[in-house]
């Protein structure tokens, strides 16, 4: 079956580096994205990872593993406002398949303390 | 400026009633998405629609409707069959430009009386 799994919660401090990793078990593999989700916002895209490797953006970065089914969202010098809930979200059949419907994990809610 | 709009931000049902959730885009995307958000789940996929007169059943379609008469609009009728009906709804919008992302709107809030 289909399963992505994020840790359900995470704690950190303000300035340090955190870590969110994200396992997926799918049938195909077309992209996996990370998205953050301010409570009783819509998500909003951070990143988008198709080939293996860390791609950088800015305080953001993501990784991806595809042999492995491994990906994590690293954000560095947290600043209070990080404070979300970071939704990993795979696509596992091609585009024009099912409309390239995303999978989603049920998130991790990130909580920063100064 | 360029986005995905939806209307309302909160919907209040009585029991027995249909609603529609509005969903309008001017980003030119043909493809255009409805999910449904409730507390510590992911989002799961309503329906779906790739083109204009065309759209598909996603994972949990039943009690739901939609049409897609028009590019920019997508609007989904919640009915009376859908039994547990509060939830938070997400339209989104695909790119095909950054590597299909899926972009959403600020969301509609679904409440039953």
């Known amino acids: 079956g289909q399963n992505i799994d994020q840790p359900t919660e995470m704690t950190a401090t303000e300035g340090a580096i955190v870590q969110i990793n994200c396992t997926y078990q799918?049938?195909?593999?077309?992209?996996l994205f990370w998205y953050q989700q301010h409570a009783g916002e819509a998500p909003t895209f951070l990143s988008y990872n198709v080939l293996d490797g860390l791609e950088e953006k800015g305080r953001f970065s993501s990784f991806l593993s595809r042999s492995k089914g491994y990906s994590y969202l690293l954000l560095k010098e947290l600043q209070m406002k990080d404070s979300a809930s970071y939704l990993c979200a795979v696509r596992d059949v091609w585009i024009y398949n099912q409309g390239g419907k995303l999978i989603f994990g049920q998130g991790t809610e990130l909580s920063v303390k100064p | 400026d360029g986005g995905i709009t939806q209307s309302p931000k909160y919907l209040f049902r009585k029991e027995g009633q249909n609603v529609t959730l509005s969903c309008e885009q001017n980003?030119?995307?043909?493809?255009m998405y409805w999910y449904r958000q409730d507390p510590g789940q992911g989002l799961r996929l309503i329906y779906y629609s790739q083109i204009v007169n065309d759209f598909q059943k996603g994972d949990i379609a039943e009690g739901y409707s939609v049409s897609r008469e028009k590019k920019e609009s997508f609007p989904l009728t919640v009915t009376s069959a859908q039994k547990n009906p509060t939830a938070f709804y997400l339209c989104?919008?695909?790119?095909?430009?950054?590597?299909?992302?899926?972009?959403f709107g600020p969301g509609t809030r679904l409440l039953v009386l």
């Open positions: 980003l030119n995307h043909d493809a």
């Open positions: 799918t049938s195909g593999f077309n992209g």
């Open positions: 989104a919008s695909r790119d095909r430009d950054r590597g299909e992302t899926q972009y």
